[in-house]
């Protein structure tokens, strides 16, 4: 079961680190607790489930991994629910306090108020799947009109999951930098307000709040586990989970915070490639990978602060890692529970595996019989058809 893991080949970039307090600055501790107020307010909010893979750790002679399954968080099938919505609700927020000339709490964004401001003010977001659809959901509860741009790759369920909570869905040839350029260019033009996860430079605040909403799950994490995991291995595309799991990681354990490693698609390095050169850095993406919501060129710049400064370790991994580990949760080992993950959940479990099967790896990256990994399951089967033909290939 775990033979094409021991064999692949898996890069490893050991980043040379700058100091800095980006962990605590750029998001603050009252920006993510803002952020956890509000959303833990909002009807259906329930803490996901983290799940304990003993079996598997056994079997990577490692002490525990645990899954933490975002499928189930809201509606929107994918931790990005957490993010784009919450931020659209805060752009809202400022753009109608601007127009009345006064503050406007979030809470009477909520009620039929200022239902006739919110619907003069367009939201809009280019995406690859997840945070369109978190962001048309999040537009279609607090009543704002939306328009999401999506990429020809785009696959036809994840465009009708955007569209079905009202949205707008406007397809653009090339692929997704291309789609977040326009999106910018046309919002631009039109006096709509782009509600991106990718920060670049000048701007940077609702990537911020995107990024406040995703700590959350950090939060939930400690409630959950009784100690703090040691390592962290979580998928990466443009760096904003990373970076907000990190940096609400260390508020939270501070000199106990566990070692954060990155796993990337080798088609879309784009952080990898920054830890190389000690910058932010853009790759180009020739051939997409499986893993459609970790194909990313740019990263973004705010999260690439927060990464440089606090993680050392980042590793990708080829496409055929994809299949045998969404296979590997629907039929796990022994009696490990059964979880159904989306393609671009699982490069932080098949980074692991290959680590842990790779004793040179699992050396540099200090895994052992004491390590204790926690895994971000971040999306569900968010495209039905999709899911169906890797489990079934
Ligand atoms: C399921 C899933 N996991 C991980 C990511 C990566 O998040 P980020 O782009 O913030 O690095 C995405 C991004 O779209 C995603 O959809």
């Known amino acids: ?67 933490k399954d975002e499928g189930p968080r809201f509606d929107v099938g994918s931790f990005k629910a957490l993010g784009a919505a919450y931020a659209g609700l805060r752009v809202l927020q400022r753009q109608i306090s601007k127009r009345l000339g006064k503050n406007i709490p979030l809470a009477d964004l909520h009620g039929a108020q200022y239902a006739e401001q919110i619907s003069d003010v367009m939201l809009v977001a280019a995406t690859d ?10 537009a279609g509860t607090f009543g704002a009109p939306c328009k999401i741009y999506i990429h020809k790759h785009v696959s036809q369920n994840r465009a009708a999951a955007i569209a079905q909570f009202g949205a707008q869905v406007v397809r653009v040839d090339g692929d997704y930098d291309h789609s977040v350029n326009i999106c910018r260019e046309e919002a631009d033009k039109n006096g709509w307000f782009v ?3 990718t920060s670049w430079e000048g701007y940077t605040q609702p990537p911020k709040d995107v990024m406040a909403g995703y700590g959350i799950m950090a939060n939930e994490i400690d409630q959950q586990l009784d100690e ?46 920054s830890a190389r050169n000690g910058c932010a850095t853009n790759v180009e993406i020739t051939r997409e990978t499986q893993m459609a919501g970790l194909s990313c060129g740019e990263p973004s710049i705010l999260a690439w602060r927060i990464l440089g400064e606090e993680v050392r370790d980042f590793l990708t991994i080829p496409e055929t890692l994809v299949a045998p580990a ?61 899911y169906d033909e890797i489990i079934n290939g």
């Open 326 to 386: 969404v296979r590997l949760l629907a039929r796990p080992f022994g009696d490990d529970p059964t979880i159904v993950a989306g393609e671009s959940a699982i490069a932080g479990l098949a980074g692991l595996i290959a680590a842990a099967l790779q004793p040179e790896l699992k050396d540099k990256l200090a895994l052992g019989e004491d390590s204790k990994i926690q895994l971000i399951g971040s999306e569900g089967a968010t495209d039905q058809a999709i």
């Open 129 to 138: 799947g997840n945070h369109g659809r978190s962001l048309a959901w999040g």
């Open 228 to 273: 703090p995991p040691t390592h962290i291995f979580i998928q990466g595309g443009v760096g904003g989970l990373a970076a907000a799991l990190a940096a609400r990681l260390k508020q939270i354990y501070q000199s106990r915070s566990p070692r954060v490693i990155i796993v990337e698609p080798e088609l879309a390095p784009c952080l990898f490639e």
């Open 1 to 67: 079961m775990l033979e094409t893991f021991e064999s692949s080949s898996v890069a490893h970039m050991a980043a040379t680190t700058t100091t800095g307090q980006s962990a605590q600055s750029i998001i603050t501790q009252k920006d993510f607790a803002d952020a956890a107020i509000e959303i833990s307010s909002w009807q259906g909010y329930q803490i996901t489930p983290l799940y304990r893979l003993d079996n598997l750790a056994r079997e990577l002679n490692l002490g525990s991994v645990y899954y």
């Open 195 to 197: 509600v991106s996860d």
